[in-house]
């Protein structure tokens, strides 16, 4: 398995985060450029009453929800110039822009507990539990 290097490049990573708009769609889209999210996608997406978010991309219906990244974590945007032409070669990714907060949709199908990104987050406050130190005695003598 091949390694996988971030950069942060020459300047360090600048503190974009209250600025930022990160969008987690169920798809894959084709391209490499700037897409004017406010004017073609926020424009269109509402909040209802329970704080869910419903929108639509391309005709097809989104239902999402923002989450915060945890206390001490930053969400990264990482971008990768070159991909290498085996799964042996390293890869290198630059950072492109840190995030505090992001948005995730869905098809058609309410968020929930069971998302993938849900489950990852609680995932972190799980890891640092399992691999914190233990204080005090576990058996008493």
Avoid at 65 to 75: A, F, H, L, N
Avoid at 90 to 116: I, L, P, Q, S, Y
Wanted: charged share 30%; with cysteine; aromatic share 10%.
């Amino acid at each position: 398995m091949a390694s996988i290097r971030i950069q942060t490049g020459k300047h360090q990573i600048q503190d974009n985060s209250k600025d930022s708009n990160v969008q987690s769609l169920p798809c894959r889209i084709h391209a490499d450029c700037d897409a004017s999210v406010a004017q073609y996608f926020d424009n269109y997406v509402k909040t209802k009453e329970d704080g869910t978010l419903s929108g639509s991309f391309r005709g097809y219906p989104l239902r999402g929800k923002k989450v915060q990244v945890p206390e001490g974590y930053s969400g990264l945007v990482l971008h990768e110039s070159s991909r290498p032409s085996d799964d042996k070669e390293e890869r290198t990714f630059h950072v492109a822009g840190k995030f505090e907060e992001m948005t995730f949709w869905n098809w058609d199908k309410a968020t929930g507990d069971g998302d993938g990104i849900t489950r990852a987050l609680e995932w972190i406050e799980i890891a640092k539990a399992l691999h914190s130190p233990i204080e005090g005695e576990l058996f008493e003598t």
